[in-house]
């Protein structure tokens, strides 16, 4: 299965992941994820839960962030640093970022919310582009 990440539900979930509604990102992913094979369909599965994560951040909970990130970190880890056209390298540094942030006692400032970069003949762009 190709993921093709510049129009459909695909495209929705990324507009709506980059304004930061999160809860819809979830909602278009998961459309495509229900009939998605592997391996997108656990690809499809972690963006989903960082989704989810952030969903629950801005809910206020702070361990369905962390429980979700962590879960979804793990499930990336199986991945290259490029899978289905996002840059997974920087996502995962983005992740482990905010497990730091969350699981420190401090109150410092929160990193920003991570962005999936669309990768396009090897290289990477915004995909907000």
């Known amino acids: 299965m190709t993921l093709d990440w ?10 709506s992941f980059d304004s930061g509604a999160f809860f819809e990102a979830h909602e278009h ?4 994820w229900l009939t998605a094979r592997e391996p997108e369909k656990t690809f499809l599965q972690a963006l989903i839960q ?3 994560s ?8 702070q361990a369905g962030t962390i ?11 199986k991945y290259p640093e490029s899978f289905g056209g996002i840059a997974i390298a920087p996502l995962r ?35 907000s582009g």
Do not use: C, M, Y
């Open 93 to 127: 540094i983005s992740i482990g970022q905010w497990l730091e942030s969350l699981d420190t006692v401090s109150q410092s400032p929160q990193p920003p919310i991570p962005r999936l970069e669309l990768t396009i003949s090897g290289s990477a762009s915004s995909a």
């Open 67 to 77: 429980s979700l990130l962590r879960s979804a970190l793990r499930r990336l880890e």
């Open 29 to 32: 992913w998961e459309s495509v």
């Open 50 to 52: 960082v989704a989810a």
């Open 54 to 61: 952030f969903h629950h951040f801005q809910l206020g909970n």
């Open 6 to 15: 510049t129009r459909g539900e695909l495209r929705k979930g990324l507009d």
